[in-house]
């Protein structure tokens, strides 16, 4: 009977590792889409910024 306990135990404790696992995966698999989506964010503004500087600087050459 003791042994049967353990055995029990032993696969109630690594249910609950697995889940914990599953639950770790999916927090880092959403971390990894919320940083895909700030790059993508990022880049977008660099190149914003980059038509907007390239915009000034082709109009101050025209008034010179």
């Given at each position: ?5 353990i055995i029990k135990?032993n ?6 590792l697995?889940n914990?696992?599953n639950?770790?995966k999916?927090t880092?698999?959403s971390f990894n889409?919320?940083?895909d989506?700030?790059?993508?964010t ?23």
């Amino acid at each position: 009977n003791t042994v049967t306990d353990i055995i029990k135990r032993n696969q109630t404790e690594i249910l609950q590792l697995k889940n914990s696992m599953n639950e770790i995966k999916n927090t880092i698999e959403s971390f990894n889409k919320i940083l895909d989506q700030a790059e993508e964010t990022f880049s977008q503004l660099e190149d914003r910024s980059f038509e907007i500087i390239t915009g000034r600087q082709e109009k101050k050459m025209k008034k010179e």
